[in-house]
Nanobody
């Protein structure tokens, strides 16, 4: 069974950093994108960042550009999200997605993790 699994969430003060990891086991995702989305209470799930299998192309939401960095380790079928200069508005449940054919769209992904909570205090 394919199941991306996130780790690395937690509570951090504004201006701090966190690194999220997502290991996608069960199959290889060669040729597909992997991405991160987030959902805050009362809001719709939104795109955060994505990366192609090769790692040569990355995509970011405008709200996180310059602060977040996505990277991948294909040997481990793992994608990372380094989050710096965190703001209270970054507070959300962060979801890893794998098997993406449309990198910036939630509907373009076949597999989803269960999410990890990120809370940024002011």
């Amino acid at each position: 069974q394919v199941q991306p699994k996130e780790s690395g969430g937690g509570l951090v003060q504004a201006g701090g950093s966190l690194r999220l990891s997502c290991a996608a086991s069960g199959r290889t995702f060669r040729g597909y994108a992997m991405g991160w989305f987030r959902q805050a209470p009362g809001k719709e799930r939104e795109f955060v960042a994505a990366i192609t299998w090769s790692g040569t192309t990355t995509y970011y939401a405008d709200s996180v550009k310059g602060r977040f960095t996505i990277s991948t380790d294909n040997a481990k079928n793992t994608v990372y999200l380094q989050m710096n200069s965190l703001r209270p508005e970054d507070t959300a449940v962060y979801y890893c997605a794998a098997g993406g054919t449309r990198a910036t769209t939630a509907a373009g992904y076949a597999y989803w993790g269960q999410g990890t909570q990120v809370t940024v205090s002011s």
